[in-house]
């Protein structure tokens, strides 16, 4: 089961920041948080992973709370291409596995 | 590097018949990985493969599905007999090195079972 609590949809205005939280209370403290994106019909694409310290990188940033029971994926500048589904993943802990959740429908408008 | 390659993309079989997918992973990437997608149950991990050798197939969802890897650049994914509730996208991702790594999706094969 997947262990990230996400919200279904959110909308966002083109130019403007897109936050998106995510829910992981049970994760484990050697557990990494990954971000991945699905835009339609395509393949799940990689965006960012973190353990304790905010990341950054040329797609996103990444903020996970001090607690690490919750981090937010932040897009600076939304455009129209980054409507897709956005999944959460906690990575199970000495395994290469990646339990895919629900993750959360972007809609970026004009 | 043209990235994961996945074949066929979309593939329409009828019930009972044997269905094999197929994929090559990025060069010098160590893992692969075989997902499946549906609306009901969403993304999907079927198993996986480190060296060629399967790691852990818990999510294989019974024996109708194998899938193997004879080398570093090319897997299968064989359904036999094939039903219609197989119906899924199937992706083929692949890694570098172990987890702390991202994986790299191919483009997915559409299955149709009639």
């Known amino acids: 089961d997947a262990k990230t609590t996400q919200p279904p949809s959110m909308d966002c205005a083109e130019g403007r920041a897109a936050n998106l939280p995510c829910n992981h209370s049970t994760i484990s403290g050697n557990e990494y948080v990954y971000w991945y994106r699905q835009i339609h019909s395509q393949g799940p694409q990689y965006i960012i992973h973190?353990?304790?310290n905010n990341e950054t990188n040329e797609m996103a940033s990444l903020i996970i709370t001090e607690d690490r029971k919750s981090s937010t994926l932040i897009l600076p500048h939304a455009t129209l291409r980054d409507t897709a589904v956005y999944y959460c993943i906690v990575r199970v802990y000495n395994t290469d596995k990646l339990i895919f959740g629900t993750g959360t429908r972007l809609q970026v408008f004009p | 590097d043209a990235g994961v390659i996945q074949s066929p993309r979309h593939e329409v079989t009828e019930m009972g018949q044997e269905v094999t997918l197929r994929c090559k992973p990025i060069?010098?990437?160590?893992?692969l990985f075989w997902y499946r997608q549906t609306m009901m149950r969403g993304l999907e991990l079927l198993i996986y493969f480190n060296n060629n050798v399967p790691i852990d197939d818990s999510g294989m969802p019974e024996d109708r599905f194998s899938a193997k890897m004879p080398n570093a650049s090319f897997s299968t994914l064989k359904i036999q007999p094939s039903e219609p509730r197989d119906s899924a996208v199937y992706f083929c991702?692949?890694?570098?090195?172990?987890?702390?790594?991202?994986?790299?999706f191919g483009p997915g094969t559409r299955l149709t079972v009639l």
């Open positions: 060069s010098g990437h160590d893992y």
């Open positions: 973190g353990l304790k």
């Open positions: 991702a692949s890694s570098f090195r172990t987890g702390d790594n991202e994986q790299f």
